[in-house]
């Protein structure tokens, strides 16, 4: 079973500038999650989707980032303009039963570096 | 807030040596709690998972953890560290809104 995929891996911009990072969960799992985990922090949830429709945004600063999810499979997170504040590694997550349980599969992450 | 506390940023042993790593849960009732392991850039692994039932659980690579409800406590344990050991650890709880709430995380290092 392949795993939750995320692009790019690495990427380093400026601030003021542009970015978007696109996750493909794993098939079949309908719930998916973006974390943003800062230098020596654990990962804090910035949305959480089922299907296509948001069930938590409450952690995700709206006046810069935005995120979809279109047809329910793969997401995609963006920021707009972005702040140094924002380098972090950006997790994205799906999940899906396993033993009666819900359980989260983490993608590999993708870097961020605001310059 | 209902929370997690890991207590250490760091733990360092020699290979060989028991691993305790130490997590604190703040909870009106008992929660889900989890151990991930993260090893250099890459995504989180769950280790093991406490929901219901037996309190002592046993998860991947030899490690375990014990859900003790009276000292508000899910600390992870592991007989033997391996170099292989050394990664990030984060502690984790799931309330009832199903929305995860994470540790600060430890550092594990392992000497030879």
């Known amino acids: 079973e392949a795993g939750v995929a995320q692009s790019p891996r690495y990427k380093i911009i400026e601030k003021r500038q542009s970015v978007a990072f696109w996750c493909n969960p794993i098939s079949g799992h309908a719930t998916l999650y973006w974390y943003q985990q800062i230098l020596g922090q654990g990962p804090k949830l910035l949305i959480q989707f089922q299907n296509n429709g948001v069930v938590d945004d409450s952690q995700l600063p709206k006046d810069r980032f935005s995120a979809e999810r279109l047809k329910g499979v793969d997401s995609t997170l963006k920021i707009q303009p972005a702040k140094l504040e924002d380098s972090a590694v950006y997790l994205c997550a799906s999940a899906g039963l396993v033993a009666g349980f819900y359980e989260q599969y983490f993608g590999p992450g993708t870097r961020l570096t605001v310059t | 807030a209902q929370s997690v506390t890991q207590l250490g940023s760091h733990v360092s042993v020699s290979e060989g040596a028991l691993v305790l790593l130490r997590c604190n849960y703040s909870?009106?009732?008992?929660?889900?709690l989890f151990w991930y392991v993260q090893y250099p850039n890459q995504g989180l692994q769950l280790l093991l998972k406490y929901t219901t039932g037996a309190t002592l659980v046993k998860g991947i690579n030899g490690f375990e953890a014990e859900f003790k409800k009276s000292e508000t406590s899910f600390h992870l344990t592991k007989p033997s560290a391996h170099m292989s050991d050394a990664a990030e650890y984060f502690c984790a709880r799931k309330g009832g809104s199903y929305i995860p709430t994470f540790g600060r995380g430890t550092s594990l290092i392992v000497h030879p």
């Open positions: 909870s009106s009732v008992p929660p889900y």
